[in-house]
């Protein structure tokens, strides 16, 4: 069993996730002592998760590639999910990514904060994607250089539609 500390919208849950070992896409998650199944099918694009079943009822929701927001029909929600090792201390997801940077969602490019050539850090703001009249603050996937960026602000994007890239 591992123990997983979410955090949503300055909310901190603890969660106790016991993996099913017949079947990878379901789990029971403990929320203060209550038991919850939990159905989490393939996803369709790496990354994103398009919906889950909690206690036998269906959630439609988009999580981002790195798990730093999630959205439902209640709005935009700020994420952060540790995972706790075996000696209790939180140990965060470890930043991935090949460098490509692809909308997380469809929207509008409201800024681009970086320039061709400029260094950045992972996690550093790249852009500013609105959508549902919301601004979303997207992030550098790696540190490294900005190689390409192959969006303007103004610029209608679609779900996966790549950004920019980071070498």
Not at 6 to 16: E, K, P, R, S
Request: proline share 8%; glycine share 8%.
């Amino acid at each position: 069993m591992r123990t997983i500390e979410v955090t949503l919208d300055d909310v901190t849950f603890d969660v106790q996730v016991r993996s099913d070992p017949a079947d990878p896409t379901r789990f029971v998650a403990i929320i203060d002592g209550d038991e919850l199944p939990v159905y989490v099918p393939e996803p369709s694009d790496p990354g994103m998760l398009e919906w889950l079943m909690i206690n036998d009822r269906p959630y439609e929701i988009l999580l981002s590639e790195h798990m730093e927001w999630l959205m439902s029909s209640g709005g935009m929600h700020q994420l952060e999910v540790r995972w706790r090792d075996r000696v209790g201390g939180p140990a965060t997801r470890p930043a991935s990514g090949d460098g490509r940077i692809k909308a997380p969602i469809p929207g509008l490019i409201a800024r681009v904060l970086v320039e061709e050539g400029a260094p950045v850090e992972v996690g550093a703001p790249v852009l500013v994607l609105e959508a549902m009249k919301m601004e979303n603050e997207i992030r550098a996937t790696r540190s490294g250089t900005v190689k390409s960026i192959s969006t303007k602000p103004g610029a209608s994007v679609k779900l996966g539609e790549l950004l920019m890239e980071i070498g």
